[in-house]
């Protein structure tokens, strides 16, 4: 289900692990976040847009 959220970085979270938890890509994460740089500290919020559909693929997975 699409739909958007607040969410407050945890201490063993990589974008990855964020944008499958909210159904949406690492590239969508920097899109709506733009002062993004590279992986959050804990304590960041983020700005994230859930997109309904299939799960992003696994970086590095083969197509």
């Known amino acids: 289900m699409a739909g ?10 990589t974008l990855w692990k964020i944008a499958k938890k909210y159904y949406t890509t690492v590239e ?10 590279g992986e959050p500290e804990a304590g960041t919020w983020l ?5 309904a559909g299939e ?3 696994m970086p590095g997975a083969a197509m």
């Open 4 to 13: 958007v959220v607040g969410y407050l970085v945890q201490p063993e979270d």
């Open 55 to 57: 799960l992003p693929p």
């Open 47 to 51: 700005l994230l847009v859930k997109q």
């Open 28 to 37: 969508r994460i920097y899109e709506v976040n733009p002062e993004l740089t």
